[in-house]
């Protein structure tokens, strides 16, 4: 055996998707305290590079959810609604909540629309357009199952292009409906379905990398990491590129492959950043609950704009802050794997009494 070479076994892939979210987790944080405490208003839009790795770890750990599910009968009735009932109860519990507290503390008023995560202000927007992806998961992933890779890319990417093409081509009577279509939930980096899209390439990384156990060599190692960094910075330049011509597709399109490659390295190589994965492992609360974090702070007069001490107290409260996420996420798992399991069973028992009911 060369000993040039070395099998990647050391870490799961999980480590690696929990270590990317936390890396994209505190771009987020870092990006939304420097736009509202430090500065003025430079800093805004460089954490919208990550939250493209959001929905391309959502797409790939939904695939392996998928992959789960009995003798991968995606599309018959069960598997869905068992799925759906996961991702609600997953998804649903700890929303509700952030806009309660938030309501609470920062006197905000939510429409029913919000609570229902059809259309939700701000930084919950991200939720909204999660939700879309999981209605339609086990669509793409039924028709990435009994089809080609290479297929199912070319559909994916030739849709979303010429919905794109279409929309920057409308004609000026019907502005207002295509400005409505970007701002909706329906749009990201104001292209159409670029989160349905990135979320589908997710899947894609998924199928190409499952069951393979990688041989790689130091020097391509070593390649792949200085492409990587120099990805990065990329990233956010691409990040703040402006909008509104035919020409921003192909930027934009150029920045999702920028955050797929880096996905794919972290996945591939099984990359696992111990304190960066703890921060992954709860991303989903730190998301949630941020802005009422920071925005308590100030009312507590702890934190004030453009004020070092805040800065500092701040960073030292934090790891209560990521306590009190910790401990809120893994209660509502907690109950929501009980009322799961209590779906579960009673839909086998029902199951169970029509067929023995059965001539």
Not at 177 to 200: E, K, V
Request: aromatic share 14%.
């Amino acid at each position: 055996m060369d000993l040039a070479k070395h099998s990647i076994h050391q870490n799961s892939t999980r480590d690696a998707t929990n270590s990317l979210r936390g890396f994209a987790i505190l771009i987020v944080l870092v990006n939304h305290f420097l736009n509202q405490y430090v500065g003025s208003g430079e800093f805004l839009g460089f954490a919208n590079a990550t939250i493209s790795i959001f929905f391309v770890l959502s797409g790939y750990g939904i695939a392996h959810s998928l992959e789960q599910r009995p003798e991968h009968t995606v599309m018959e009735m069960r598997p869905p609604l068992l799925f759906y009932t996961d991702r609600i109860l997953r998804i649903y519990p700890l929303f509700i909540i952030s806009l309660l507290l938030s309501s609470w503390i920062l006197n905000d008023h939510f429409s029913i629309r919000a609570y229902l995560g059809i259309k939700s202000p701000g930084h919950y927007r991200f939720v909204n357009q999660i939700i879309e992806c999981y209605l339609v998961a086990p669509l793409l992933y039924s028709f990435l199952l009994r089809t080609s890779i290479k297929r199912f890319l070319l559909s994916a990417v030739s849709l979303f292009m010429i919905l794109n093409i279409l929309l920057l081509l409308t004609p000026l009577g019907k502005l207002d409906f295509a400005i409505y279509l970007l701002r909706s939930p329906l749009g990201y980096r104001n292209l159409i379905l670029s989160h349905l899209l990135l979320f589908s390439l997710g899947m894609v990384i998924y199928k190409f990398q499952q069951g393979k156990d990688l041989l790689v060599s130091s020097r391509t190692v070593l390649f792949e990491a200085i492409l990587a960094l120099l990805l990065l910075p990329a990233l956010f330049l691409l990040s703040k590129t402006s909008r509104g011509s035919l020409s921003h597709i192909g930027v934009d399109v150029l920045f999702f492959l920028c955050s797929i490659y880096v996905c794919q390295l972290f996945i591939k190589y099984r990359l696992n950043i111990r304190y960066l994965s703890y921060l992954g492992i709860y991303s989903y609360s730190l998301y949630l609950f941020h802005i009422t974090y920071y925005t308590l702070l100030e009312r507590l007069h702890i934190l004030q704009r453009n004020s070092m001490e805040g800065i500092l107290g701040a960073v030292f409260l934090f790891p209560l802050f990521l306590f009190g996420c910790k401990t809120m996420e893994q209660v509502v798992n907690r109950l929501s794997r009980v009322g799961s399991q209590k779906f579960l069973s009673l839909r086998v028992s029902k199951d169970f009494e029509g067929r023995t009911n059965q001539p």
